[in-house]
């Protein structure tokens, strides 16, 4: 059930899908003071409570103990000190042994305060602006909280099948050839890919919607050929348009205005990479579509995938409080700097970048309304990519194109996904991130990962490796890394055997990830889940914090410590292991309930599957370059003669032979198969659901 109370007038933020009712009563589940201007909800937490949710965010699954605050900031350093990402995930469960556990979700796109135990340990306080929307979800168990959640805030993101292919990214890719010498490290060494993205290397002075003609003189060209090798470019946009005469983007936005506001409602000026730059008003339907049609102009060139980029939105400096700044410390220049004059001096440096005070002075025109940013700061990067979403809705209709966002808001999950930003090459990122993904699909975020091998910092070979072990998982597999660090495209390190080994893992489990991908996006459920919301009574489980359930029949157990050869694991119930160094070289064993030591090498992938449960592994050839060349049903099936008379049962009996079926049964397992052509978007017809059965003697192991 879900109940909505409304206080002061909240703005319409987009965020749900529904219409609830307004509720005629109070609030009565949490403890509601409402002053001038702020709002605040509490509630006592007893010892056993958790707390799921808040999407991308710091430390654990578990969120008590902390305070976070959702006001979406560019900071590249997620370290446990920070309160804030790149996000406003609004949406919480208070999960309860005592008393039903309900879920919170606080529509209100300015900063949101959640103190999740942090000043007394049993006290959830929460904070927000005195206009917003305020929803309560009470549900028989987690799943069904999760569930009504999704249905209240739509659909999740459908992305193409060729974005669960690996993906190979850098900041620093400058030209065609580098790119090619990427692309033919992969191939040379027959492994996989599917991606290459273009940071903003590849524009004209970082300016959206044009390319470097000298790097890339002829870019559809360019494009095409990588395709034909399976390899699909995927370009950065940026926020910030720069102040250059002439720019048509630039002049487009000043005559209609499509840009925010400053008080005397000029066009506001902030500088980001190219300098001095002026911010398209997403928040203005007519500015949205303009912005959203600019990318027509890659498309038309053979694109098919974007990645929006600095959309907090970030700021360098605010050309007022530059100048203001500038004069400030001008004053300081012959002074004797001493411990606070100079302290003064370099504050004054750090209050340029990402200063809150420079949101309250600009405006939007959200349609009609006038409102100044900050109150709807967190709303930035959700109306920069439902302008692309939209547009593509128009100029490609009938196909998916890949999208993703660095920031995002509650709902923003119907038009593209995101990816965790600037995080860095460190063990307790690659944690970080085995954390962050159940509570983003709790938020509805389905297509994400973080950049495999860390962006900031230099990878080492090992981080890689066992970044990859988890990143198979991960719906976007994305190597990521910024300028000046370590190379770390996987042919950069010794024993390539290993790594290629366990990215064709990913390729041999992608019907599996597929089939979970569009299962959870089509049923409202989640991929990635806590072992809680699947094992309710069990107490233990409850509080694992580093394994995760992933679709209907994985359990996974990461490592992510450095050094390690293996883990801890607790099984919730009867479990069979799978340890895999390659797609050939596989090891199962039936393990029971409860705490056991697992060996992994570096080299190995160990997973769980549940009883009962199987799942299709394909077979690969040696040399399968993407996800194009896969053996995987929806291909098979179309290139038979007689595909268009095909019945179901011969459906069935295909996917049963042309998969290796990996899973344990007392009797028999049943698994339900979703497949198509991964580009088109229609998915309800039958043919697309197709229920495989393995009697247990069928299947590679069984319990006699
Ligand atoms: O301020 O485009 O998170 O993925 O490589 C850095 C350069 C800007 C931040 C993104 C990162 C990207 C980088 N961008």
Redesign the pocket.
Same mark, same amino acid.
């Given at each position: 059930m879900i109940s909505r109370y409304v206080y002061g007038q909240p703005l319409e933020t987009g965020a749900v899908v529904m219409t609830i009712p307004k509720s005629s009563q109070e609030i009565s589940i949490l403890h509601m003071q409402r002053q001038k201007e702020f709002l605040t909800l509490s509630c006592q937490m007893d010892d056993e409570d958790i707390v799921y949710g808040l999407g991308e965010q710091v430390r654990g699954i578990n969120k008590r103990g902390f305070t976070y605050i959702s006001y979406a900031t560019?900071d590249?350093n997620h370290t446990e000190n920070k309160h804030s990402l790149y996000a406003g995930h609004n949406f919480l469960i208070l999960s309860r042994k005592k008393q039903p556990s309900f879920g919170i979700f606080i529509d209100y796109p300015g900063k949101v305060i959640f103190n999740v135990g942090e000043t007394k340990r049993n006290e959830l306080h929460i904070s927000a602006g005195s206009d917003c929307t305020v929803y309560i979800i009470e549900g028989e168990c987690l799943t069904d909280i999760a569930r009504q959640f999704r249905e209240l805030t739509g659909r999740s993101y459908i992305a193409p099948k060729w974005a669960f292919g690996y993906q190979q990214?850098r900041?620093g890719y400058q030209c065609e050839d580098d790119i090619r010498r990427v692309v033919d490290g992969y191939h040379s060494r027959k492994i996989p890919l599917d991606a290459v993205y273009l *940071?903003?290397d590849y524009m004209d002075h970082f300016k959206d919607f044009t390319i470097d003609n000298d790097r890339f003189p002829d870019f559809s060209g360019f494009t095409d050929s990588m395709k034909n090798q399976g390899v699909h470019l995927v370009p950065?946009i940026?926020a910030g348009v720069k102040i250059e005469k002439d720019y048509p983007v630039y002049e487009e936005g000043v005559q209609n205005n499509y840009f925010c506001k400053d008080e005397d409602g000029r066009d506001f000026v902030g500088a980001v990479?190219p300098g001095k730059s002026h911010f398209p008003d997403f928040f203005n339907s007519r500015a949205r579509a303009w912005f959203g049609h600019k990318y027509k102009w890659l498309m038309d060139q053979g694109i098919e995938g974007f990645w929006n *980029?600095?959309n907090e939105p970030?700021l360098f400096y605010s050309e007022k409080r530059l100048e203001r700044i500038m004069d400030e410390i001008l004053t300081m220049k012959n002074e004797n700097l001493d411990l606070h004059s100079f302290y003064q001096l370099t504050g004054k440096i750090d209050s340029l970048s990402n200063n809150p005070d420079d949101h309250k002075s600009f405006y939007h025109d959200f349609d009609g309304i006038k409102v100044r940013h900050d109150k709807v700061h967190n709303l930035y990067g959700f109306y920069m990519t439902k302008a692309a979403s939209e547009a593509f809705d128009q100029i490609a209709p009938d196909k998916r194109t890949l999208l993703f966002s660095?920031s995002s808001y509650i709902g923003m999950h119907r038009y593209g996904g995101i990816?965790t930003?600037?995080n860095a090459s460190w063990w307790s990122h690659l944690l970080l991130s085995i954390q962050q993904m159940p509570a983003l699909n709790l938020c509805g975020i389905l297509y994400t990962g973080s950049?495999i091998g860390g962006?900031g910092c230099d990878a080492t070979p090992d981080l890689m490796l066992r970044w990859l072990e988890f990143g198979i998982f991960t719906p976007l597999m994305r190597n990521?890394a910024?300028?000046g660090t370590r190379e770390q495209e996987v042919y950069q390190f010794e024993q390539l055997e290993d790594y290629r080994n366990i990215i064709r893992i990913r390729y041999g489990l992608l019907p599996y990830i597929y089939s979970e991908y569009m299962k959870s996006a089509l049923n409202n459920e989640m991929y990635f889940r806590p072992l809680a919301f699947d094992f309710p009574q069990d107490s233990h489980a409850a509080r694992v914090e580093d394994q995760l359930m992933v679709g209907e029949s994985i359990m996974i157990a990461p490592i992510y410590t450095q050094n390690a050869t293996g883990r801890y694991v607790y099984l919730p119930e009867d479990m069979l292991m799978v340890r895999m160094k390659s797609l050939e070289d596989k090891i199962y064993r039936v393990m029971q309930t409860g705490h056991h030591y697992i060996d992994a090498a570096l080299n190995e992938v160990v997973f769980f599957v549940r009883k009962n449960h199987m799942l299709p592994l394909a077979v690969l050839n040696d040399d399968i370059r993407s996800t194009a060349d896969l053996q995987l049903l929806h291909n098979v099936i179309s290139q038979r003669k007689d595909a268009q008379e095909i019945t179901a049962e011969d459906v069935m009996h295909t996917a049963a032979s042309i998969y290796e079926w990996i899973g344990y049964a007392q009797d028999y397992a049943e698994y339900t198969l979703y497949d198509d052509d991964g580009i088109s978007k229609n998915y309800t017809p039958q043919q697309k659901w197709i229920k495989v059965v393995k009697s247990k003697e069928s299947l590679n192991v069984c319990i006699s």
């Open positions: 560019d590249p990214s900041w *940071d903003i950065i940026d990479w *980029d600095m970030a660095r990816w930003g600037d950049d962006f990521h910024a300028l």
